[in-house]
């Protein structure tokens, strides 16, 4: 049976004389003559192994101790275990690419990401991917608490609904079928068939050529989607209760990992707060910040700024703004126009949309919006937006045999934990990344 | 305020005056003259709604309904709605392809398929996803309370590993790249790691021109992998504790459904007692059963049956030999001979492995093993499997710095969604299934 690091301290507390079997990592080696002190790692933590004489294995190597744990004021945790036997399960040469106790801000992120299986035993490396766990189950517990059913749909689609761009190509048996970029249709499908609220967990891809600290090729889509709405506020509404009970779930579970990155989370108290603002308003509002800002920096200089959509200066500028005003920067921006959004964006007027963005810590976390649920409204649309019906059949016959007012929206995975523990790039929130040049390991 | 049709009994027991706003799809109606009975469905179940004179919308339409709850001994459910006013919210198109609270047994499967947002409206089809969603939310919770990591790993990889038949090509910037058969070595990467234990659940992609009842080109893999095990009988003990853990929350969370395809599921008592039978033996064994069948059925024939691997046949034959000699259609068969195993199969012997299957009802749901670990032993075995250490290198390369021993396995989520409801094709319990010849919806 064997002990973790983690529960050595106890063990030395209630049965020192205990024989107990660790395993796990060499993580750090230091001989003093006729006895070494050698630092053991393994799932839950790190533990101090006490050894006569030198030491036979090398950092990193994989070993198996058995030994009595006794408590040592001086060894981390308090605690040690005194070695009788060791035993070598896993050899790791000498030589490795990088120390990966070492400084992760110095490590490069080529290297983190072509040696993951080394990279992730640096304790602030594996905490990303434990506070990533921790909030795909927050949403799913959040999701199903308010009766919303898993689903799992296909990444395969025989045709591009919005157009062949930014998709990627799949050979299917001779046939051309492509890679789906959101699993919206699909979600739309299962809330008019009776499930009501649906949401997924999966892979989405965007064949798109950027090179930025903010995309990925391939990325996990949080998809959630939800009938008999009004508006898109009340999907703004829902996202501001999971994302607070996401954070909570956070910040109970992994305080440590929050702490490697000096990170914190947003009381659910401030999501509640954070305010929503329609997308011109934004705008005038990210101008007016810009203004201010550059006003402050250069005193005496005018500027006459002017941004005509949600670029990546603007989400920066609006979280700003909500933070100093709200004391959160988490903002949502409604009322798109018409012509910045898909087909079946459902109109709030002639010109704007039910649609909003989620913007968090300077960064779009979330696209959603209602949904246009009346085939009549559907069809004429179409031709404005050159897409043709006899395409689109598929899509159109969700709406013929009674589908209700709907939304949805999608809350990119690695964004978000990108967000919460302040990464430079989305991609280290990635186990795998996918980019224009990488597609290894 | 929406009140769902599973309240209103209770609505019409405790606050009979109170006006209750209903929303769903109109179910059935009953017209008698003076009066109207509607039977509305939302995702909570069906009510009964009593309104004046003759209806104006058609079946399967979406309305919303504001009226009275009522007890009445004579309604589904005990009570009903007497409606003030109705709202149609989207109407159906009058002529539906079929009739959605028909025989299931008798629409098709392609009608079923081609038309989800409809034929998800029956409950006994509903049913299947209700189930799946539970086996997703069961296994999650089941590994994370064993220390598991839930991990997503990239679904796009550069290279066939075992070589590149069964994999679909994906055009990547004008690259050849590949669809993930399976995540595997990137949880064994994950185990390498220090995470130790992981699982995911995620798309996984088979290129093969199959057209069977139990195969799918796309399906969900449930997959798991952990460090520090001794054999493959370490991952047999923890799936049978994993199956015992999902049985028993579809049956408290799902004991409906599982009544509406007369269905159920093994208790952990019998789940525990099931059998492990190597795979030479299971093979012997198989050809007794088949021989005692045929004997049974044609007294006087005498047949010298023998099977050379573990076909659908012997996977029927073992789970019948299972049920009667342990009382439960669930078997593990281990030892698989070298040959039959991938490259990275952990030995058991010169001539056997320490792999496993898992059959349940007649059909193989799990494939797993021990996994090889020692880099030296990797090196050697490759050049029998025809393959060269360098087009391994990203896979070689977690050998290199401390791997523990491990394995894993995959469950199939849709094949056990199938073996636990008796659905008679898997892809059934696919929502949006892919085959040589289905690539839409």
């Not at 006729?34 to 192994?49: E, H, M, N, P, Y």
């Not at 501001?240 to 659910?268: C, G, M, Y």
């Not at 059949?393 to 934990?417: M, N, Q, S």
Request: hydrophobic letters at 40%; charged letters at 25%.
């Amino acid at each position: 049976m064997r002990t973790l690091a983690k529960q050595i301290h106890r063990v030395a507390l209630e049965n020192p004389e205990t024989v107990v079997d660790l395993a796990g990592w060499v993580h750090r080696i230091r001989e003093l003559g006729a006895v070494s002190f050698v630092i053991l790692r393994d799932r839950s933590g790190l533990v101090q192994v006490v050894l006569p004489g030198k030491v036979d294995f090398t950092l990193e190597s994989v070993i198996q101790v058995q030994g009595t744990a006794a408590l040592n004021e001086k060894a981390p945790g308090g605690a040690e275990v005194r070695a009788t036997h060791i035993d070598v399960l896993s050899a790791a040469d000498g030589d490795l690419p990088f120390a990966v106790s070492g400084d992760v801000g110095k490590m490069g992120l080529d290297v983190i990401l072509d040696h993951r299986s080394l990279s992730l035993r640096n304790p602030k490396i594996r905490a990303i991917f434990k506070v990533q766990s921790t909030i795909i189950e927050a949403l799913s517990a959040f999701l199903r608490s308010q009766d919303f059913t898993e689903i799992k749909t296909s990444k395969l689609i025989g045709s591009g609904t919005e157009g062949g761009t930014g998709l990627f190509e799949v050979d299917y048996f001779g046939r051309k079928v492509f890679l789906a970029q959101s699993p919206q249709f699909y979600k739309q499908t299962l809330v008019a068939s009776g499930l009501e609220r649906v949401f997924e967990v999966a892979p989405a891809y965007r064949a798109e050529k950027h090179d930025t600290p903010r995309h990925l090729n391939e990325y996990v889509s949080l998809d959630v989607e939800m009938g008999f709405i009004d508006s898109e506020r009340d999907l703004i509404e829902l996202e501001k209760s999971l994302l607070a009970s996401i954070f909570e779930e956070v910040l109970r579970k992994n305080a440590d990992e929050l702490a490697l990155w000096n990170a914190t989370v947003p009381s659910p108290d401030l999501v509640a707060q954070a305010p929503t603002v329609a997308h011109d308003e934004a705008l005038r509002i990210a101008a007016q910040e810009l203004r201010d800002k550059d006003g402050s920096a250069k005193p005496g200089t005018s500027l006459t700024s002017a941004f005509f959509e949600i670029s990546p200066e603007v989400e920066r500028l609006m979280c700003a703004w909500a933070l100093r005003e709200k004391g959160i920067d988490l903002v949502f921006v409604n009322e798109f126009p018409r012509r910045h959004r898909p087909f079946y964006t459902y109109p709030s007027s002639a010109t704007h949309t039910m649609s909003f963005d989620a913007l968090f810590r300077g960064l779009e976390i979330t696209t959603g919006g209602r949904r246009q649920n009346n085939y009549q409204a559907l069809l004429e649309v179409l031709p404005k937006f050159g897409l043709n019906a006899e395409a689109l059949k598929d899509y159109l016959d969700i709406f013929k045999y009674g589908c209700p007012p709907h939304g949805g929206f999608a809350i990119g995975l690695e964004r978000l934990t990108q967000k919460i523990l302040g990464l430079a790039n989305v991609k280290e929130a990635s186990l795998f990344p996918r980019d224009r040049k990488r597609v290894a390991p």
